[in-house]
């Protein structure tokens, strides 16, 4: 008998229609990511059921719905561990589901204190301090420029060319501005000049593997210096991605390494991507994870890697899938 798998995500047009704004929804899934993803899932045999966001999984369990497995693309719209929010119910209720757990969720998502595993660890990356106050910018340690963007946001939120602060003397608006608008504190770090790479990383711990490294590339349109927020937005004008080849370029290899040794550091699971950027002396360092990447097959990071290998977008879900039933049959 095919297993059940039950699709847990936040519908972007659902929150608009409760008030929430553009920004505040940058995260959340269209109707046509959900639909080509259940389409995926249907086209490898397997059942499938919507499930929604995470209130609505709460909801179902309390009803006794159950599924074998639960494809978990969910987000969540509250507080500092609102990615973790779907994983634990499922954790409660004994689910198997894709993706990391709560705790790499809601670890991954402060950048602060993801930077401070990271470099425990030994992966290379920036120096960095955490703001909870503009005041707190006083005490920076290292020199401009900076480079300054919310502590727990993804897609580029809060990211625009104003990040890049040049001045000391405009670190602390910079700063406030920023810790006003989100509601939360900054993380500082040093501008890095250099080239910028997005990893995807396929499976889990001794398993997990690089799939491919692209390279982003800012056109005349984009916004100068930064993969900002608008830039991510409209990608098709702003930005061009290539695909490297880590054989024949060792800078590439050194990224996927670092990429590598980060992912199983933090305990990512099944599939997700490692931004890095190079220094002023041409390095590779680790600026983020995104341990629950977007999977729109056309439109995000870690398809887009697919569809330059030539992996077709089912292949990469049923990757994924196989990841997921692996590890909840204790084979990982």
Known sequence: MAMKIGLTYDLRNDYLAEGFSEEETAEFDREDTVTALENAIRSLGYHTERIGHGRQLAAALVAGRRWDLVFNIAEGMNGIGREAQVPALLDMYRIPYTFSDPLV???????GMTKRVIRDAGVPTADFMVA???EDAEAITFAPPFFVKPVA???????????????????????RRLIETFRQPVIIEPYLPGREFTTGIIGTGGRAEVLGT??????????????????????QSRVRYR??????DPLVAEAEDVALSAWRTLGCRDAGRIDLRCNAEGRPL???VNPLAGIHPEH??????????????????????????SRAQGSL
Do not use: W
Request: charge should be negative; aromatic fraction near 6%.
């Open 153 to 175: 946001e993804g897609t580029g939120k809060g990211i625009s060319p104003s990040s890049i602060v040049r001045e000391r003397s405009d670190l602390q608006p910079t700063c």
């Open 243 to 248: 695909l490297l080849d880590s054989v024949n």
């Open 286 to 288: 680790f600026m983020e």
């Open 132 to 134: 909870e106050s503009p």
């Open 105 to 111: 969720l809601s670890l991954t998502l402060h950048k």
């Open 300 to 325: 995000s990071d870690l398809p887009i890697i697919c569809n330059h290998l030539g992996v077709a977008y089912g292949d990469l879900i049923g990757r994924i899938i196989t990841s997921a039933v």
């Open 214 to 235: 692209i390279e982003i590339h800012l056109l005349d349109a984009a916004e100068e210096g930064v993969y900002s927020y608008i830039n991510k937005a409209e990608y």
